[in-house]
């Protein structure tokens, strides 16, 4: 499950979308976020899909790299869409079991929060496929630039999601590797019940939590040895310039905002017959 977590890592390709300015791809992901809440019907969410298929196709980055993403925490989506079954009310009810009831609207709700939790979660993973953890936080730096005239430290707070992002593989392929040494020894890691699953790991935490730590000592003697400091005034080897590219990204995602208003608007009249169950409300 672990060789699933795609998150910070980068997929190194020559395509439309590497070549977008960080910021508007930043930018994109919190709108494209946006929009998927905002959609209130099937038509909407099908918009939304299309639109991703399509980034995913101009990225060149494989769509198997991008599913990868979804399956290391797909049973945490379906938990999550699964307890809106029960949660959510309507008026076509289908099964009654004592105080639970099962509507026909909270199957429906759940399948569109499921489908809409996927897409945000590939939409995250195309962005760092396609972005290096440095053009990340220079992008984060400068969108929050402002705050530094309220002397919020914006260039520590890039630094520590650079770091971040930077270990996130790192301490993947460590926890494997103790996975690997746990189980040449005789550990088991799929037998058993959630109880001693869960107690297995222990065995994997605590080696994993030194190395950690280790690493960060490192890191800091290595910084310290630079002479590195946050406060000074730094300048940039490479400086982000925003280009027709990044004009027309913004375009297209204009158009696609203001599609899934119009179809949030009209949704019931481009299929009357199935309103009731292409439309949430």
Request: charged share 15%; net charge positive; with cysteine.
């Given at each position: 499950?672990?060789?699933?977590?795609?998150?910070?890592?980068?997929?190194?390709?020559?395509?439309?979308?590497?070549?977008?300015?960080?910021?508007?791809?930043?930018?994109?992901?919190?709108?494209?976020?946006?929009?998927?809440?905002?959609?209130?019907?099937?038509?909407?969410?099908?918009?939304?899909?299309?639109?991703?298929?399509?980034?995913?196709?101009?990225?060149?980055?494989?769509?198997?790299?991008?599913?990868?993403?979804?399956?290391?925490?797909?049973?945490?989506?379906?938990?999550?869409?699964?307890?809106?079954?029960?949660?959510?009310?309507?008026?076509?009810?289908?099964?009654?079991?004592?105080?639970?009831?099962?509507?026909?609207?909270?199957?429906?709700?759940?399948?569109?929060?499921?489908?809409?939790?996927?897409?945000?979660?590939?939409?995250?993973?195309?962005?760092?496929?396609?972005?290096?953890?440095?053009?990340?936080?220079?992008?984060?730096?400068?969108?929050?630039?402002?705050?530094?005239?309220?002397?919020?430290p914006v260039h520590v707070f890039a630094l520590i999601m650079s770091i971040a992002l930077r270990f996130i593989p790192t301490?993947?392929?460590?926890?494997?590797?103790?996975?690997?040494?746990?189980?040449?020894?005789?550990?088991?890691?799929?037998?058993?019940?959630?109880?001693?699953?869960?107690?297995?790991?222990?065995?994997?935490?605590?080696?994993?939590?030194?190395?950690?730590?280790?690493?960060?000592?490192?890191?800091?003697?290595?910084?310290?040895?630079?002479?590195?400091?946050?406060?000074?005034?730094?300048?940039?080897?490479?400086?982000?310039?925003?280009?027709?590219?990044?004009?027309?990204?913004?375009?297209?995602?204009?158009?696609?905002?203001?599609?899934?208003?119009?179809?949030?608007?009209?949704?019931?009249?481009?299929?009357?017959?199935?309103?009731?169950?292409?439309?949430?409300?």
């Amino acid at each position: 499950m672990l060789k699933d977590v795609t998150f910070g890592q980068y997929y190194p390709v020559e395509s439309f979308v590497h070549r977008l300015d960080p910021r508007v791809k930043l930018l994109g992901l919190i709108a494209y976020i946006v929009m998927l809440f905002v959609a209130k019907s099937f038509y909407s969410l099908a918009l939304g899909a299309l639109v991703l298929a399509f980034v995913i196709t101009v990225s060149g980055v494989p769509a198997k790299s991008v599913f990868r993403s979804v399956r290391g925490i797909l049973f945490l989506l379906a938990f999550t869409s699964l307890l809106n079954v029960f949660f959510h009310g309507g008026e076509m009810l289908l099964a009654e079991w004592g105080i639970i009831k099962i509507y026909v609207e909270g199957i429906i709700f759940a399948i569109f929060l499921m489908f809409r939790l996927v897409f945000i979660v590939m939409a995250s993973a195309i962005l760092t496929l396609t972005t290096t953890p440095v053009s990340l936080t220079d992008a984060f730096e400068s969108l929050l630039f402002p705050l530094t005239l309220i002397k919020v430290p914006v260039h520590v707070f890039a630094l520590i999601m650079s770091i971040a992002l930077r270990f996130i593989p790192t301490l993947m392929d460590e926890t494997n590797r103790i996975i690997n040494a746990q189980k040449a020894r005789g550990a088991d890691f799929e037998s058993g019940n959630i109880f001693k699953r869960v107690r297995a790991i222990v065995p994997i935490l605590i080696p994993l939590i030194i190395s950690a730590l280790r690493r960060a000592d490192e890191l800091g003697d290595a910084m310290d040895a630079r002479c590195y400091s946050g406060a000074t005034k730094r300048t940039k080897y490479k400086k982000l310039r925003f280009g027709w590219r990044d004009a027309v990204a913004v375009l297209v995602l204009a158009v696609l905002i203001a599609g899934v208003i119009l179809l949030n608007i009209y949704a019931a009249a481009i299929w009357p017959a199935a309103a009731p169950y292409m439309v949430i409300s």
